[in-house]
T-cell receptor, first 111, second 113 residues
Framework: GQQVMQIPQYQHVQEGEDFTTYCNSSTTLSNIQWYKQRPGGHPVFLIQLVKSGEVKKQKRLTFQFGEAKKNSSLHITATQTTDVGTYFCAGQGSGTYKYIFGTGTRLKVLA | DGGITQSPKYLFRKEGQNVTLSCEQN?????MYWYRQDPGQGLRLIYY???????QKGDIAEGYSVSREKKESFPLTVTSAQKNPTAFYLC????????????FGPGTRLTVT
């Protein structure tokens, strides 16, 4: 079945450094979503990417969807302590309504 | 996240007991989902429903049951057949009909001893 992996599992950065998490699917995706979960909280929707090669930006966050629609990345420029949390990707396969969540990348930002 | 409620926040049960987790949304969303999250892990799909009176099994449906009698409500029952029920349970909803961003409730942390 469809699997979605994320790397790295953990990342510690100094405040101001950049951060990137990568998401890889075993199958071609219809679209991919990204979520952020703060410690002790619930996932919050960040963005959805649909088109091959799509790039979207939200302030310091840049999201990319691979040309083959099997991988994606989230890049944060100049991290802040408010960026702390776990970032999940979630991929939707073709012909299905369900999303498969990646394993998540836990980000810690050291002030 | 607003508009989706899960209750209670914490739930304790003895082994062998069935327990029902509540999920209600007032967002007029068609689709609803139940996920399980274990410590340090991602989210695994238990059940999902695209419309009222219809639902499908996710990847880990064994030992769980759901109903979708009303658009606003999607309760999850954790049965005694679930071998390892202690976990954080998250309910989500999405508009459906081509729009699938998911809005999550605050979650219920279930502990079975």
């Amino acid at each position: 079945g469809q699997q979605v992996m994320q790397i790295p599992q953990y990342q510690h950065v100094q405040e101001g450094e950049d951060f990137t998490t990568y998401c890889n699917s075993s199958t071609t995706l219809s679209n991919i979503q990204w979520y952020k979960q703060r410690p002790g909280g619930h996932p919050v929707f960040l963005i959805q990417l649909v088109k091959s090669g799509e790039v979207k930006k939200q302030k310091r966050l840049t999201f990319q969807f691979g040309e083959a629609k099997k991988n994606s990345s989230l890049h944060i420029t100049a991290t802040q302590t408010t960026d702390v949390g776990t970032y999940f990707c979630a991929g939707q396969g073709s012909g299905t309504y369900k999303y498969i969540f990646g394993t998540g990348t836990r980000l810690k930002v050291l002030a | 996240d607003g508009g989706i409620t899960q209750s209670p926040k914490y739930l304790f049960r003895k082994e062998g007991q069935n327990v029902t987790l509540s999920c209600e949304q007032n967002l007029n969303h068609d689709a609803m989902y139940w996920y399980r999250q274990d410590p340090g892990q991602g989210l695994r799909l238990i059940y999902y429903s695209q419309i009222v009176n219809d639902f499908q099994k996710g990847d880990i449906a064994e030992g769980y049951s759901v109903s979708r009698e009303k658009k606003e409500s999607f309760p999850l029952t954790v049965t005694s057949a679930q071998k390892n029920p202690t976990a954080f349970y998250l309910c989500a909803s999405s508009p459906g009909q081509g729009s699938y961003e998911q809005y999550f409730g605050p979650g219920t942390r279930l502990t079975v001893t």
